[in-house]
C-alpha cells in the first residue's frame, strides 16, 4: 500500500509539473499576447518579423521550455530505480542510471534537505516542522507570500534583486507586466533545474560509489553543486548584464541562493517562484506612476491573501479533528 501511494505522488508530480508549465508558458502567454493586443505589432500588413519583436522573442523562450519539460526525465528515472524510503545517494550498487533519478520538482520528503534536518533531530511523520511542504498547494500559497513580501521590500527600497529584459516596443501595461514574468521565469528556471538535477544526480552516485551517504550528498550540492549553477546562470545573463560588474554579481547570487532554496526545500517552486514576482514587481516598479499606490494595493492583497489562508487551514484542521459521535443502536 505504502508502495502504490508512493508511485501515485510520482506520477501526481509529473502531471502537475506538465499542466503548470502548459498554462504558465502556453496558455496564460497566448492569451494575453492575442486578448491583450501584445503581438499586435508583429502582424501589421507588409512588415517583416524584426528580432526585436516581442513574438520572436517570446518564442525564443519556448527552446528552453523544451529542455525544461525535460525535467520529468528526472522525476520517471526516479520512480522507477527507486522505492520508498530509499535515496539516490545511498544505493549499494549504483549505476549509470543514478544520474537521471534526482528529482527536484517536487520531493521535500526524499531530496528536501530541512525535511531530512528534521528526522535526523528526531521530528518524524506528523511532527516533522517541514511536512507543511507536503502540500502542493501550501507550497504555492507560502512561497507567493514571502516573496510576493520581498518584492514589496524592493518597491519600498527602490531596489531590486536582478533586473528583467527591456521590451522594445510599446504594449498594454496588464501584458507588459506578464510578458515581463512569462514564460522568462518558468524558462529559465526550469533549464537551469535541468542541469542542477544533472549535476545532482551526478552527486547521488559518486555519494552511494564512495559511502559518503546523505551528509555527503547535501554537503556536496551547497558548496560545489549550487555555485556552479550560480556561475551558470550569470554566464547565461552575461549578454544582458555584461557591462554591470554588480548586475552579474547580483544574477551569480540569484542562481546560487535560488539553487540552495531547491535543495533545502526539495522542489523548484520557491526558486520559481522568487523569479516570477521579482520579475512582477521590477515591472510594476517601471510603470507605477505613484509608488504608494503599488504599495498599499501591495500590501492589502497580501494581507486578504495571508487571512484565507489561514482562515482556510482553520477549517481544514477542523474537519480534520471532528471527533464522529457514537450513537448505540
Known amino acids: ?25 502556453i496558455i496564460l502567454p497566448l492569451a494575453v499576447g492575442f486578448g491583450l493586443k501584445a503581438f499586435e505589432e508583429s502582424f501589421v500588413a507588409g512588415r517583416p518579423l524584426m528580432f526585436g519583436d516581442f513574438i520572436v522573442t517570446y518564442m525564443i523562450y519556448y527552446i528552453m521550455i523544451i529542455a525544461g519539460m525535460s525535467l520529468i526525465i528526472f522525476s520517471i528515472g526516479n520512480m522507477l530505480i527507486h522505492k520508498k524510503g530509499e ?8 549505476s549509470w542510471f543514478t544520474l537521471f533519478s534526482v528529482s ?23 511532527s516533522n516542522f517541514m511536512r507543511w511542504s507536503l502540500s502542493i498547494f501550501r507550497v504555492l500559497v507560502v512561497g507567493t507570500i514571502i516573496f510576493v513580501g520581498v518584492g514589496l521590500i524592493q518597491t519600498i527600497t527602490h531596489t531590486a534583486f536582478v533586473g ?32 542542477f538535477c544533472f549535476l545532482m544526480g551526478i552527486n547521488a552516485y559518486l555519494c552511494s560509489k564512495f559511502r559518503l551517504g546523505l551528509v555527503g550528498f547535501f554537503i556536496i550540492g551547497l558548496i560545489i553543486v549550487s555555485p556552479l549553477i ?13 557591462n554591470s560588474d554588480a548586475s552579474l554579481l547580483a544574477t551569480f547570487m540569484f542562481g546560487f ?4 532554496l531547491t535543495l533545502l526545500t ?9 523569479h516570477f514576482w521579482n520579475n512582477v514587481f521590477v515591472k510594476l516598479s517601471e510603470l507605477a506612476t505613484v509608488r504608494e499606490d503599488l504599495i498599499l494595493f501591495t500590501i492589502i492583497a497580501l494581507v486578504v491573501l495571508i487571512v484565507v489562508w489561514i482562515a482556510g487551514e ?16
Open 87 to 94: 535515496h539516490p545517494s545511498t544505493q549499494k550498487n549504483p
Open 257 to 260: 541562493l535560488g539553487s540552495v
Open 104 to 126: 527536484f520538482i517536487f520531493n521535500p520528503e526524499q531530496n528536501g534537505l530541512l525535511y531530512k534536518l528534521s528526522e535526523y533531530i528526531g521530528f518524524k511523520g506528523e
Open 230 to 242: 550560480g556561475i551558470s546562470w550569470m554566464a547565461f545573463h552575461n549578454i544582458v548584464y555584461g
Open 164 to 195: 528583467i529584459p527591456q521590451m522594445p516596443f510599446q504594449m498594454t501595461e496588464t501584458a507588459s507586466v506578464i510578458f515581463s514574468a512569462e514564460p522568462p521565469a518558468f524558462a529559465e528556471t526550469t533549464m537551469f533545474l535541468v542541469l
Open 266 to 274: 526539495g522542489t523548484f517552486l520557491f526558486f520559481y517562484l522568487w
Open 1 to 25: 500500500m505504502a508502495e502504490k501511494k508512493y508511485l501515485e505522488n510520482e506520477i501526481k508530480e509529473i502531471i502537475f509539473y506538465i499542466f503548470f508549465g502548459v498554462f504558465m508558458t
Open 314 to 329: 482553520i477549517i481544514r484542521a477542523r474537519r480534520k479533528n471532528k471527533v464522529e459521535v457514537y450513537v448505540p443502536e
